[in-house]
């Protein structure tokens, strides 16, 4: 649903914003997970987002494509509320590119096809025009001799390539990415980390939730440190990681840099 003149829309000065999240709580029964979240990625802006476990990240993320349903608050991407009742979740998600800590792949299917299915039955798309779709992000992540391949038989890194190559083939307009390299042998995470920074290059939105500061530093424009549910600070990258204001920041900081 569009938002009207009666019903406000993306806060005032943020009416561009690709995500804008408004005063966004999440409770699982009377643990109170996101206690107020308010902060918004721009169009283009890569946003990482890093706080201790259990902070609440994933489930914020969750939240932007209702994966999980807020408690309270609302949450608009590209202008459309996704927190109103009567919003066509379907229709946002297909706008919205996800790649989890799992990769998610289908087993019993090679990497072409986990490419094509999903662009078929939703996109509605020929399978001609589909594999062709495919192939060119599987070259883009660097796996275009792997399209035959099952996902038992890639490495963790290509799997994840694959993964993030297939939410590509939805022509996603931003990308979210749930501790992309976290589930990775430390060898395998830099291949994903450039297919991530080339997106950014590209002028890709992306909201990231992340445990790679280096990745934060270099390709992240604002970083967003919570803890506890809540923001507890947010600015430039290299700003916050190299000068943080807040004391729990800079506990945090000196334990992961």
């Known amino acids: 649903m ?28 009377s643990n109170e997970v996101l206690k107020g979240i308010d902060f918004h990625v721009d169009r283009g802006q890569v946003v990482c987002v890093i706080g201790p476990s259990g902070s609440g990240k994933s489930t ?3 939240c932007v494509n209702l994966l999980e349903t807020p408690t309270d608050g609302r949450i608009f991407v590209e202008g459309v509320e996704v927190t109103d009742p009567d919003v066509d979740i379907d229709k946002v998600r297909s706008r919205i590119g996800m790649v989890f800590q799992q990769f998610n792949l289908f087993p ?59 939410a590509l083939s939805m022509d996603p307009e931003l990308m979210l990415f749930d501790e992309p390299t976290s589930a990775l042998d430390p060898e395998l995470v830099g291949d994903v980390l450039a297919v991530m920074k080339d997106l950014a290059n590209e002028g ?54």
């Open 204 to 257: 890709m939105t992306m909201m990231v939730v992340t445990h790679e500061m280096g990745f934060a530093r270099e390709v992240g424009d604002k970083l967003v440190f919570m803890d506890g549910g809540v923001v507890v600070e947010e600015g430039v990258p290299s700003e916050v990681l190299a000068n943080p204001q807040h004391e729990r920041t800079q506990a945090f900081l000196s334990k992961v840099l």
């Open 2 to 29: 569009t938002t009207t003149e009666t019903t406000p829309g993306p806060t005032a000065g943020r009416a561009d914003a690709a995500i804008d999240i408004q005063d966004l709580h999440k409770y699982f029964g």
């Open 108 to 166: 019993h299917m090679t990497v072409l096809k986990n490419l094509t299915v999903a662009q078929q039955k939703v996109r509605k798309r020929p399978a001609a025009e589909a594999v062709e779709v495919a192939r060119r992000n599987l070259e883009k992540v660097g796996l275009s001799d792997k399209e035959n391949a099952y996902p038992a038989h890639l490495s963790g890194g290509q799997q994840q390539r694959a993964a993030i190559a297939r």
């Open 60 to 62: 914020l993320l969750r």
